[in-house]
Nanobody, 124 residues
Framework: QVQLVESGGGSVQVGGSLRLSCAAS????????MGWFRQAPGKEREFAAG????????YYHDSVKGRFTISRDNAKNTVYLQMNSLKPEDTAVYYC?????????????????WGQGTQVTVSS
């Protein structure tokens, strides 16, 4: 069992930055890939970024490449999402999720545990 709690969301102007954190409980955190997903109003939840269990590989949706950076600290059971150069279209509820194994998938069905979400609002 893994419990996930996100923090760090908020409101920011276009071009600004935010850093999301996701604290995990449970002994298996370091064995599992982690992902950040986002869901804008009226849209489906989509993959934003993912990181393998060791942190050696990262993956990004094309819309966030070069602006977002996912990282993890297995000693602290925490995964991060650094978001720079934010745009209005980044406005969404952001969720962290724990995968079924060490590798990353962009499919929501691959992720077993989910946090409650944190709101990110980017205004112009």
């Amino acid at each position: 069992q893994v419990q996930l709690v996100e923090s760090g969301g908020g409101s920011v102007q276009v071009g600004g930055s935010l850093r999301l954190s996701c604290a995990a409980s449970g002994r298996t955190f370091s064995l599992l890939a982690m992902g950040w997903f986002r869901q804008a109003p009226g849209k489906e939840r989509e993959f934003a970024a993912g990181i393998t269990s060791s942190g050696s590989s990262t993956y990004y949706h094309d819309s966030v490449k070069g602006r977002f950076t996912i990282s993890r600290d297995n000693a602290k059971n925490t995964v991060y999402l650094q978001m720079n150069s934010l745009k209005p279209e980044d406005t969404a509820v952001y969720y962290c999720a724990a995968g079924r194994a060490a590798g990353v998938s962009q499919s929501r069905n691959y992720y077993t545990y989910w946090g409650q979400g944190t709101q990110v609002t980017v205004s112009s």
